[in-house]
């Protein structure tokens, strides 16, 4: 018995795996990025509402009734202190008997109600405030009175 030479196994092509020579190699070693610190992800701090204190509560849920679509399609004498923009002074607010009612506990405590009112209908989301004036947010276009049905209110206010 003669002795058997192991060849080795044969490819099918010589050189690169793929055959073609001219082709870089398939697996490719990208190489390191350059060293950059690493920066926690700071998360925003969640934002603020203070908490309403009872007559808070009451005074801004009673101003956003009076500017609230069920009460300002009836309201003529709240619609006819809006200006051209629909902001109402917050003196004439101030003046309403329940605004008045809820605001007589804080004469003790403050000096200026009309400030008071006008930073509790800060917190408002149907009521926005610019100055020392407040008008219902988006729709306040939908209540101003023309020059007709305001002549006609005067009219009616004299008469009455």
């Known amino acids: 018995m003669s002795p058997s030479i192991m060849r080795p196994p044969l490819r099918p092509f010589p050189g690169n795996p793929m055959g073609f020579h001219d082709v870089p190699h398939p697996i490719y070693i990208m190489p390191q990025p350059p060293s950059v610190p690493f920066v926690p992800y700071q998360v925003p701090n969640a934002m603020f509402f203070p908490a309403l204190d009872s007559l808070r509560a009451q ?69 926005e405030v610019q100055g020392e004036k407040i008008r219902r947010r988006n729709v306040w276009g939908n209540y101003l009175l023309t020059d007709g049905v305001a002549t006609r209110l005067t009219n009616l206010n004299i008469r009455g």
Do not use: C
């Open 59 to 127: 005074l801004l849920h009673q101003i956003e009734y009076y500017f609230s679509d069920q009460n300002l399609s009836k309201d003529e004498f709240l619609r006819r202190h809006m200006d051209d923009q629909g902001w109402v002074p917050i003196s004439v607010i101030a003046r309403f008997n329940r605004v008045a009612l809820l605001t007589n506990q804080l004469m003790q405590l403050t000096n200026n109600i009309q400030q008071f009112i006008l930073e509790t209908m800060r917190l408002s989301t149907v009521v």
